[in-house]
């Protein structure tokens, strides 16, 4: 059974910085497709970064782009989001999810459906950026 647990979120001034942690358990081999998410009290749940652990891309939102980035360590099953720059805007619950193992479609599609791909979410991480 797939598990993921999120860590590292906190509070921060702005031009600060923050590393999420996500850990996931459970599956049998590398590759699928990792993201995270946010979202900010009355506003819908945003893809923020994606990576296919095959190691063959990531993607980003415009407005993290140069920003944030979503490194992983395939031996440990480990997805991280270093956020760099940060702004009041970046405020919200951050999630990790994960798609199925092989299917690279959530990677392409994770900006399109508020994460309707992913199968499995872990419990959120605050994050919030004072200014």
């Known amino acids: 059974q797939v598990q993921l647990v999120e860590s590292g979120g906190g509070s921060v001034q702005a031009g600060g910085s923050l590393r999420l942690s996500c850990d996931a358990s459970?599956?049998?081999?590398?590759?699928?497709?990792m993201a995270w998410f946010r979202q900010a009290p009355g506003k819908e749940r945003e893809g923020v970064a994606a990576?296919?652990?095959?190691?063959?891309?990531?993607r980003y939102v415009d407005s993290v782009k140069g920003r944030f980035t979503i490194p992983q360590d395939n031996a440990e099953n480990m997805v991280y989001l270093e956020m760099n720059s940060l702004k009041p805007e970046d405020t919200a619950m951050y999630y990790c999810?994960?798609?199925?193992?092989?299917?690279?479609?959530?990677?392409?599609?994770?900006?399109?459906?508020?994460?309707?791909?992913?199968?499995?979410w872990g419990q959120g991480t605050q994050v919030t950026v004072s200014s």
């Open positions: 999810a994960a798609g199925p193992e092989g299917v690279v479609g959530p990677c392409l599609r994770f900006q399109e459906n508020s994460g309707a791909d992913f199968g499995y």
């Open positions: 459970g599956y049998t081999y590398s590759r699928k497709c």
């Open positions: 990576i296919y652990t095959s190691g063959s891309f990531t």
